[in-house]
């Protein structure tokens, strides 16, 4: 059974940066994608980046100059950098591995941007 462990999360001021981390376990077979999405109050889940495992990656255009999604295959983890951190990207965040057809979650990770 894979799982997934999210961390690095906490609070933070405007402009300032976080580094989350997700540690995979139980992996088998090869992933095909990593994503992170984030639940911001009173919003749907959405999706922030993704990374292929040839490093194809996706940002969401509100978060594409400042956050950078990798994948580290030797020892399973994934990461996302947050750079100049604003109020709207508080929510909590979730990392996500679709691995052989399925769909795995972390539990999530909050981040709170405030002053």
């Known amino acids: 059974q894979v799982r997934l462990a999210e961390s690095g999360g906490g609070s933070v001021q405007p402009g300032g940066s976080l580094r989350l981390s997700c540690a995979a376990s139980g992996l088998t077979t090869g992933i095909s994608v990593t994503r992170w999405y984030r639940q911001s109050p009173g919003k749907q889940r959405e999706l922030v980046a993704h990374?292929?495992?040839?490093?194809?990656?996706y940002y969401a255009t509100s978060v594409a100059d400042r956050f950078t999604i990798s994948w580290d295959n030797a020892n399973h983890m994934s990461f996302l950098q947050m750079n100049s951190l604003k109020a709207n990207d508080t929510g909590v965040y979730y990392c996500?591995?679709?691995?052989?057809?399925?769909?795995?979650w972390g539990q999530g990770t909050q981040v709170t941007v405030s002053s």
């Open positions: 996500n591995l679709y691995v052989a057809g399925r769909d795995f």
């Open positions: 990374i292929t495992p040839t490093g194809n990656s």
